[in-house]
């Protein structure tokens, strides 16, 4: 039990371990796998979509299912909060939100701007969806 609390005196602050292009790296160690992962995927389905009618026409059957609907939702809000949580990590790393109120606070909003950019991006694929229908059937 003494070893312990000796253990917790011992260890250093936070941060300590991690300064100057170290964090910058862990920065991009976290953030490039998502990048590389979610929006290639993204961006081929956008893609593929787009190609042709038909190929529009199976995409749409394709993602009238509900599975693949939630599926599509639960990688774009990824994206969203990954994008913002990155943006929240950048401020920490200059020193900025490290108290734990601010912590807290970040976090919510990082929660909240991100179900807001995935809302945006749902309603806006809609309109731009039916858009590209009318630009079809003409």
């Known amino acids: 039990c003494l070893y312990g609390l000796a253990l917790m005196r011992s260890r250093p602050e936070r ?4 300064s100057g292009t170290a964090s910058g790296a862990a920065f991009l160690a976290a953030g490039l796998p998502g990048l590389f992962l979610c929006l290639p995927l993204l961006l081929w389905l956008f893609q593929s979509s787009l190609a042709t009618p038909e190929s529009f ?18 990688l774009l809000w990824a994206f969203c909060h990954h994008f913002c949580a ?5 401020f920490l790393d200059v020193h900025m939100g490290v108290d734990l109120e601010s912590a807290r606070l970040t976090s919510k909003i990082v929660f909240a701007v991100s179900i807001a950019l995935t809302a945006v991006n749902m309603f806006g ?7 590209m229908l009318d630009m079809f059937r003409k």
Do not use: D
């Open 86 to 90: 990155g943006i929240r990590y950048l």
């Open 15 to 18: 941060g300590a371990l991690i």
């Open 125 to 131: 694929g809609f309109a731009v969806t039916r858009r």
């Open 57 to 74: 026409a199976t995409f749409k059957a394709v993602a009238a299912h509900p599975l693949v609907k939630i599926i599509l939702l639960g």
